[in-house]
């Protein structure tokens, strides 16, 4: 089983075609979350998973849990409120990578409470996001990183760096390298590495087995805490936006790792280069399915072949 820790909410995504008279697109509601799209895909690639969150009773809140259920996901841990849901309005730029302002204010997902344990064979926790961020569940979450860790659990991070949500960047910077000494597997896109600062050899001794580094359509790298460094490049496609693209990386590492029985930091350290490249490959072909269509739709097994 692996958990995904951290937000669902709704990505108001414009549409194309004519505006209003003052020029706005049309917006359509998708369900997202950086957390909540990587637990879709997980349970699209057919891996066993559950998450870990808390959503609102409200009916977005209640579409959220309808897409994890689609995608075969456990939902026996999801906490409930009557806050609104987190509203995330997406902007498009020409070359399909998107922006976000976020709505988020007295929302159900910031008010996320430790649960008293984990499901029942649980073998790695994904961390991330805007939920590591929005007190007071970022605090939250940080305990159960910390807790699952202290098990023996694998978690892996995924920061997603989100700017406007952050109101203190240096003190953020220094909460990330914090989480380090507890994290199995950290995932981030270059441009969340260059915000960072610091270096990924920098962060592989404070913990970590190995950081994959996304670039885009130029494709993703590995460092490995024993100095290893390997690379795939992006698989070609026309590019809809990019939404979800990042989650579906993270979701797809983990589903691979798994198939190498590799959910440990022992088992993360001990795997070679053969094994990266077909990882990191996998992670590239299901990127680029996400890409290939609107909205945060990572892919099913079937499209990969499995």
């Known amino acids: 089983m692996i958990v ?80 609104p849901t987190t509203l995330a309005v997406a902007s498009i730029g020409a070359d399909g990578s998107a ?24 073998r790695a926790v994904s961390f991330g996001t805007c939920s590591l961020v929005l007190e007071p569940g970022a605090t939250a979450y940080e305990e159960l990183m910390r807790a699952a ?47 960072l600062g610091g270096t990924p050899k920098e962060w592989l001794a404070a913990g970590p087995a190995a950081v994959v580094l996304t670039r885009g359509g130029d494709g993703l790298t590995v460092l490995t805490r024993d100095g290893g460094e390997f690379a795939v490049p992006g698989v070609r496609v026309d590019v809809v936006d990019t939404i979800g693209a990042g989650d579906t990386v993270n979701a797809a590492l983990l589903h691979r790792l798994a198939a190498h029985d590799a959910l440990s930091v ?12 077909d990882i990191l ?5 299901a990127a680029a399915i996400t890409c290939s269509r609107p909205g945060a739709q990572p892919p099913y097994a079937t499209e990969l072949g499995l």
């Open 266 to 277: 022992e088992a993360v350290a001990a795997l070679g280069e053969d094994d990266w490249h």
């Open 4 to 83: 995904v820790a951290g937000e669902a909410l709704i990505d108001l995504v414009p549409q194309p075609g004519p505006t209003d008279g003052g020029g706005l697109p049309d917006l359509a509601p998708r369900l997202g979350g950086g957390p909540y799209n990587t637990a879709v895909a997980l349970g699209r690639l057919g891996s066993p998973t559950a998450f870990c969150s808390r959503v609102s009773a409200d009916a977005f809140g209640e579409a959220l849990l309808g897409g994890l259920r689609a995608a075969g996901v456990d939902v026996s841990y999801v906490q409930r409120g009557p806050e």
């Open 99 to 122: 922006g976000y302002s976020f709505y988020v204010e007295g929302t159900a997902d910031r008010l996320f409470s430790v649960p008293d344990r984990l499901p029942p064979g649980t």
């Open 149 to 195: 860790a202290a098990q023996g659990v694998f978690t892996a991070l995924d920061p997603n760096i989100r700017p406007g949500l952050i109101p203190d960047a240096d003190a953020y910077r220094a909460r990330f390298r914090s989480w380090l000494p507890h994290t199995g597997l950290v995932k981030l896109s270059a441009e969340d590495a260059e915000w």
């Open 281 to 285: 490959g996998f992670a590239a072909r």
